[in-house]
């Protein structure tokens, strides 16, 4: 049997819910940056990674020069 495609409603402010497990499935978090592209006839929601230059880490960042850079990698380049 195929699967069924979620669906959602766009409310009145344009804003529509992604289904949890899509999120998931993408790591998604609250907070976390998507960007959009017309693909076809759709939308493309593009998950915009945010992580550290240096760890990877995706907690506690700061953006410096288009880079972003966790908090603890910042107190080891204070340290240099
Ligand atoms: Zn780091």
């Known amino acids: 049997m195929p699967q069924q495609k979620p669906k959602r409603c766009i409310d009145k402010m344009g804003r529509i819910v992604i289904p949890n ?6 790591g998604l978090e ?3 940056e998507v960007s959009f592209e017309i693909s076809g ?7 915009v990674t945010k992580h550290c230059a240096f760890c990877n880490s995706k ?3 700061v953006e410096f020069c288009d880079k972003f850079v966790c908090k603890s990698c910042v107190r080891e380049l204070k340290m240099m």
């Open 41 to 47: 006839k759709g939308i493309l929601i593009i998950p």
């Open 59 to 61: 907690h506690d960042l």
């Open 21 to 26: 497990d899509l999120r998931k499935s993408v």
């Open 30 to 32: 609250v907070g976390d």
